[in-house]
């Protein structure tokens, strides 16, 4: 888990140099309230940047809607730099809470518009796995596939 696409891109870099050259999909912790994300990075010991830090706890923390608005615009952006440094997926984790993934993945153009907008079909994620994973590049060499033979896309995990 990390808040810092730096972080993503130097890592991957690493384990290219070293020889590793399976796809590295980056995990992504959803922010739904400030008391959650600080509770996941003292759990996870995992580096904040100063600037992210400076506006989270600037967020009105009894305002669960704008913490949420907030949580979307930081994913997004995050998720943008991921694409554009190579990442062939992202991995949303939203501890059975959804709307935040939601919101960034339609936010990307990947998903539903609204997160009161029913799930999409399978075919519809296909589809939107494929079009995330282009990133401009030739789509035929850019389809993975996780271990059942299935596309590797945009996941949202609990």
Sequence with gaps: MFFDSEVYVAFVEACRAA???IPIIPGLMCINTVAGFKRMVGFCHTRVPDQLWKEMMALPKD???A????GIAFGERLSQELLLAGSSGLHY??????????????RLGLGPQSVDTPPQTVEKVDEMSVKMMG???????????NMDGELVGAVASS
């Design 63 to 65: 305002d669960e809607e």
């Design 135 to 145: 990133n401009g590049a030739d789509k035929d060499k850019q389809k993975e596939k």
């Design 67 to 70: 913490v949420r608005r907030y």
């Design 19 to 21: 020889g590793i050259h």
């Design 93 to 106: 984790y939203c501890l059975n809470l959804s709307r935040v993934a939601l919101g960034i993945v339609a």
